[in-house]
T-cell receptor
Framework: EAGVAQSPRYKIIEKRQSVAFWCNPI?????LYWYQQILGQGPKLLIQ????????DSQLPKDRFSAERLKGVDSTLKIQPAKLEDSAVYLC???????????FGPGTRLTVL | SQQGEEDPQALSIQEGENATMNCSYK?????LQWYRQNSGRGLVHLIL?????REKHSGRLRVTLDTSKKSSSLLITASRAADTASYFC?????????FGAGTTVTVRA
């Protein structure tokens, strides 16, 4: 079974630039999560989708971050404009509806200079 | 804010020894999960313990949960070099996870 796919794996940008990350969840997983993991910390949930609807985006900095999951499968997370403090690993995870275990992708390491 | 706090922050042991790490949390939970993260990679689910369970085993892993003290422990027995990783506890409510900052475990050959 293929795992959660993410791209790119690494990205370096300058502050005030824009960046987008892509995630393809495990086939059949209706729930998709985006997490931000700053160095030395645990992952922090940014947004949770169920199919193409947003379940929770309470910790998403909506002035600069946006995410979509238009067809209920893959998802894109965008940052515009990026700040230095956005340097982190962005993790995508997916799960079956009603299941507690989440399956994580390898993450995208973002460096903002 | 993060729900769980792991202790210790870092742990270094000899191959074959046991490793124990603890997690404390603040609010009520549906379940508590432990995940492992190898350097530069995503998280891997290890084990889940429900709020009405006190102990659970999976291979060389043993997890305990004390809801009265709002704490959990993860024991890895007979550690191997491949166990070198960061370990995170995550409290779950309504299928949303809140992670602690993790314990970094180094297993020396």
């Amino acid at each position: 079974e293929a795992g959660v796919a993410q791209s790119p794996r690494y990205k370096i940008i300058e502050k005030r630039q824009s960046v987008a990350f892509w995630c393809n969840p495990i086939s059949g997983h209706a729930t998709l999560y985006w997490y931000q993991q700053i160095l030395g910390q645990g992952p922090k949930l940014l947004i949770q989708f169920q199919n193409n609807g947003v379940v929770d985006d309470s910790q998403l900095p909506k002035d600069r971050f946006s995410a979509e999951r238009l067809k209920g499968v893959d998802s894109t997370l965008k940052i515009q404009p990026a700040k230095l403090e956005d340097s982190a690993v962005y993790l995508c995870a997916s799960s079956l509806i009603g299941q507690n275990e989440q399956f994580f992708g390898p993450g995208t390491r973002l460096t903002v200079l | 804010s993060q729900q769980g706090e792991e202790d210790p922050q870092a742990l270094s042991i000899q191959e074959g020894e046991n490793a124990t790490m603890n997690c404390s949390y603040k609010t009520s939970i549906n379940n508590l999960q432990w995940y492992r993260q190898n350097s530069g990679r995503g998280l891997v689910h290890l084990i889940l313990i429900r709020s009405n369970e006190r102990e659970k085993h999976s291979g060389r892993l043993r997890v305990t949960l004390d809801t009265s003290k709002k704490s959990s422990s993860l024991l890895i027995t007979a550690s191997r070099a491949a166990d070198t990783a960061s370990y995170f506890c995550a409290t779950a409510n309504d299928y949303k996870l809140s992670f602690g900052a993790g314990t970094t475990v180094t297993v020396r050959a």
